[in-house]
């Protein structure tokens, strides 16, 4: 079967864009022909697989003309959206934040229900692969809140595992202390705002970033509270953690259960925890996959091996 749709120049400029990534990733996911010669867009393989393409195509075409930019990884978003039944508008329209013309949206229906469940809860745990967007989306959330008023400041921590959490030995204040533990959070909020605003956030304790010890003895009320690398506290500092929470604040967990740093004689506070508070009205839990790695296609498939590789030796870790 073959079937030729004329698309507009807007549409035909995506779709061709980018080494033909797009159309590349069209044909790997769907296992049809695709050939776009100006401003048709040729389809041709068995009948179900043309059908599948076509309706893959529409929501391309919609998402073009409704602004979006689209890449290799909105194929994956469009196939698996259409797969669960999802309409894809409603993820790549929902705008966490906008900084500078760079929108930050979901880009998997996993996400979409990530970002959904913090908004709609105080506690989320988002736990899963590298590159899944967890710790990013999560910070998005928290600037989109502090400018909206919705709280009054954002904590960031992290265990500092590789140190033990013991940072006296190394160089500087403690802020150059930490980091190297802290920097990915840094990297991440220096794309959501110009360097001098938050530097006067940092400066007024608006914006706090700091090693999980720091949040000992602490309540923190009116707060966006996020905890990253969460796979790496033990029981003890991941209950210390959740019973920081005050009034008015919203806290996000996110972590890696295939990336643990501890001892293996030592449990993760991250896998206990998910057997503990499971049932809990007011806590989520949202589940990411390799099929939601947003980073460079070989990023998902060395997540998958990997997976796969600790379930035939059976070396994932139980506690």
């Known amino acids: 079967m073959q079937e030729v749709l004329d698309v507009s120049n807007d549409v035909a400029a995506e779709l061709g864009g980018v080494g033909d990534g797009v159309l590349d990733a069209l044909r790997d996911r769907l296992d049809c022909t695709i050939r776009l010669r100006g401003n048709q867009l040729t389809i041709e393989g068995d009948d179900r697989r043309v059908a599948e393409a076509r309706a893959v195509v529409d929501e391309l075409v919609d998402l073009v003309e409704s602004g979006q ?6 194929v994956d978003a469009v196939v698996n959206a259409l797969d ?40 989320t745990f988002a736990i899963g692969p590298a590159g899944t967007g967890k710790t990013y989306l999560a910070i998005a959330l928290a600037v989109a ?13 992290r265990p500092a595992v590789e140190a033990g959490e013991r940072l006296g030995f190394l160089p500087g204040d403690v802020l150059a202390k930490v980091d190297p533990y802290m920097r990915p ?24 970033v700091a090693p999980l010890a720091f949040m000992r003895g602490r309540t923190l009320n009116d707060s966006f509270i996020i905890l990253d690398e969460a796979q790496n506290t033990s029981p003890e500092q991941m209950q210390m953690f959740l019973t920081r929470l005050g009034f008015g604040s919203k806290v996000v967990v996110t972590g890696d259960i295939t990336q643990i740093d501890l001892p293996r004689e030592q449990a993760s506070g991250l896998i206990q925890v998910q057997d503990i508070l499971g049932s809990i009205d007011g806590i989520a839990f949202v589940r990411f996959g390799h099929e ?28």
């Open 69 to 74: 930019e689209i890449g290799a990884g909105t």
């Open 185 to 208: 959070l840094f990297d991440a909020l220096y794309d959501m705002m110009d360097p001098e605003k938050l530097n006067a956030y940092i400066e007024r304790g608006t914006i706090e």
């Open 84 to 123: 669960q039944a999802e309409d894809i508008r409603t993820i790549f329209e929902d705008v966490v934040w906008s900084h500078r013309g760079k929108k930050v949206t979901p880009k998997t229906v996993t996400q979409k229900r990530y970002v959904d469940a913090i908004r709609a809860g105080t506690i």
């Open 292 to 319: 939601d790695v947003v980073r460079h296609k070989l990023v998902q498939r060395i997540v998958e091996a990997y997976k796969l590789h600790a379930e035939e030796t059976g070396t994932q870790r139980q506690r």
């Open 145 to 157: 809140a502090l400018d909206s008023r919705q709280v009054g400041r954002i904590i960031l921590t």
